[in-house]
């Protein structure tokens, strides 16, 4: 089976979104029922954010080759080489950086300085507190907008960089969730990516598998990334709802539906005490359907529907050894020694139960079935 399907089955699921964040792509998956009903690509992954992050060091190392200038010492150009390391960059975008929440993303678009206040990084990352027994203490950690010193040793020599803490979310900004009009279909932001995906899907497939979103692969372990991804769904959804038309036109011609549907409604009102007034049948109750009511109670078993929601996932090795555990009986089935003796022909099914009535013949045992009974089905067909 496919990665989002044990995605799904280690979630626990049968209709999701899976947003799998690779290094080459970003690849969300619709699953319904356990079936893959639609693929949506972006290039945005781990491979470009990579690459922001290493610009960012290299920015950084520039600024400590200049101001060890300017301090008066005699050292050559060559001696701050700038190029940084893959693995130096990987591991300072796993240790280091993160994702900013919506609130400070429209800041900082708005012309803010990228530099947050203590206020502002404490309402992002709220102060954690760790408790140990009485003995050990409590471990408090607050997090500020103090340069963060981060020491590169694959420069020539090894130097140290401050950068501001804030300035560690700027690569996932300009990676993940670039806002350019002019964008293809192959470089569409995160966030966009998953809303056109669940827009072109059917309204029934849509609302169980906008309820059911998981966010999966390497880059989705950054702080605060998966609450970015549902938020800015959810802000598009509020927007611009499902409609794939945008536009001033577009706009006013719903508008125009609007209002003659509201005028329509107006004039077909229920008739006054002392009056009869003939009302339209598109305008009557809705009479009381059993069958429509006993599809909203299956309904309303799988979950909840028409929500932006995220859910957890184990992984899809743990989905596949969910799988594998559960030792679905087989419709084939051939054992070793038959298999070497008679090859495919040593392979036998369980007949179905006839319908017909057989002919039993009583022999000095007792009564037997009749030989029509006896199935003679091999896979000798395919050898």
Known sequence: MSTPTLSAIAAGVRNTLVVDIGWHETVATAVYEYREVQHTRSIKGAKALLQETGKLLVRHIRKAREWHEADGTEDSADDFAEDVSLEECEEVLTRLVWCRSRREALKARGGDKLSATSTE???QFRSMHIAEDDTAGSVSLSLSNQPMSITLNSTRPPTVIQVPFFSLSSPTEIALFPHADDADDNELPIDLLVYQA???LPVDVRGLCMSRIIIC???SRLPGIKWRII????ALVDAYGWEKVRGRAADAFR???RERS?????????PTSGSFTKVSAAFEAQQRDPVEESLHRHNAKQGPRGLIRGIETLGPWTGASLLAGMKAKS?????KEKFLQNGLAGASKEGEVPVAPQRMSV???????GLASQSNWTLAGWA
Not at 363 to 369: L, W
């Open 331 to 335: 419709v084939v089935q051939i054992e």
């Open 198 to 200: 669940l827009r072109s």
């Open 121 to 123: 990084l404490s309402h």
């Open 217 to 219: 692969g390497g880059i």
């Open 363 to 369: 022999g000095p045992s007792g009564p037997r079935q």
């Open 231 to 234: 938020e800015e769904v959810k």
């Open 262 to 270: 509201q005028n329509s409604q107006a004039k077909h009102q229920a």
């Open 255 to 257: 508008q125009r539906l």
